[in-house]
């Protein structure tokens, strides 16, 4: 019985701990009311195409950006669990909240996304969950293909980040 308490005062005190660190990394951000704006789905246009795309660029490099941390400390830690445990409570959930945000852009401006050449903005979203699946079966298997596959793929998504945001700017100027 007092096993049971144990356990459940444990994973109340985790439980707490975790939506306590949600909520204060959700209070520190610290967006412009611009920013703010875009965070709601925006309708997209010429004006506002640009700061869409910097935003996005941003929200990629930044959940890609604390998996590669998280993957790399743990690495060295050599704790495949404490990774995997890390992607599943932590960052998985904040993955899908920037999915589902640029999934319910992209219905929204479908058209527009498409005569812009911004499509590729929201495939690379797309393939996030599989570069953290990879890094969690590179560290659990020792897997150095998936490794590398993995931070080949962060890299892409970046350069494609860059590009499109360097496009966009050039249109806007030209």
């Known amino acids: 019985m007092t096993l049971n308490l144990t356990r459940l005062h444990r994973l109340f005190c985790n439980s707490f701990l ?5 909520f204060l990394v959700s209070a520190c951000k610290q967006e412009t009311p611009e920013e ?41 830690e050599n704790d495949s669990l404490g990774f995997i445990g890390y992607r599943n409570t932590q960052w998985t959930w904040e993955y899908i909240e920037l999915k589902r945000h640029y ?8 058209k527009f996304v ?36 993995a931070f080949e793929s962060i890299k892409r998504g970046k350069i494609v980040m860059a590009k499109t945001l360097l496009k966009v700017s050039q249109a806007k100027a030209g």
């Open 103 to 110: 999934a319910a852009v992209l219905e929204k401006n479908r």
């Open 18 to 22: 975790i939506l306590l660190t949600l």
């Open 114 to 149: 498409a005569s812009h050449s911004l499509q590729p903005v929201f495939d690379e979203y797309e393939g996030i969950l599989h570069i953290g699946l990879d890094l969690k079966h590179a560290l659990s298997e020792g897997n150095k293909r998936r490794e590398r596959r």
């Open 36 to 76: 703010k704006a875009m965070r709601m789905a925006p309708t997209l246009t010429e004006q506002n195409m640009r700061k869409f795309v910097s935003i996005a660029g941003k929200d990629y490099n930044n959940i890609l950006g604390q998996l590669e941390k998280a993957y790399g400390k743990y690495k060295a």
